[in-house]
């Protein structure tokens, strides 16, 4: 069971970038997915999250409204992010990660604590700079 971000780089304000996260050997139909990042000294913080099962529920952190939109394909095994409008303090390391919610029955809420994520990718490095 593995996730795999990719698709960071380094653009220039204003610029758009998509990030993708794979899930390999599992389905994300059971999961809350986020994305969250890093910046240097500072503590990683929940950008945006989308429900695996078929409501889709969306979430966003008010830093991104507006800018950043969430999808998954119909496979259910990849997430999007697709970043618009990018400034400089979007600049960080961003990770996927992935919680197992089939045991809440539905009854769960945006946002996803970090520490409750069961899996993690490895991080991609987005520079917004001019």
């Known amino acids: 069971v593995q996730l795999q971000a990719s698709g960071g780089g380094l653009v220039q304000p204003g610029d758009s970038l998509r990030l993708s996260c794979a899930a390999s050997?599992?389905?994300?139909?059971?999961?809350?997915i986020g994305w969250f990042r890093q910046a240097p000294g500072k503590e990683r913080e929940g950008v945006s999250y989308?429900?695996?099962?078929?409501?889709?529920?969306?979430h966003f952190a008010d830093s991104v409204k507006g800018r950043f939109a969430i999808s998954m394909n119909n496979a259910k095994d990849t997430v999007y992010l697709q970043m618009n409008s990018l400034k400089p303090e979007d600049t960080a390391v961003y990770y996927c990660?992935?919680?197992?919610?089939?045991?809440?029955?539905?009854?769960?809420?945006?946002?996803?604590?970090?520490?409750?994520?069961?899996?993690w990718g490895k991080g991609t490095q987005v520079t917004v700079s001019s």
């Open positions: 990660a992935a919680e197992n919610v089939k045991d809440y029955n539905g009854n769960w809420y945006f946002p996803r604590n970090r520490y409750g994520m069961d899996y």
């Open positions: 050997d599992f389905t994300l139909d059971s999961y809350a």
């Open positions: 989308i429900s695996g099962a078929s409501d889709g529920r969306t």
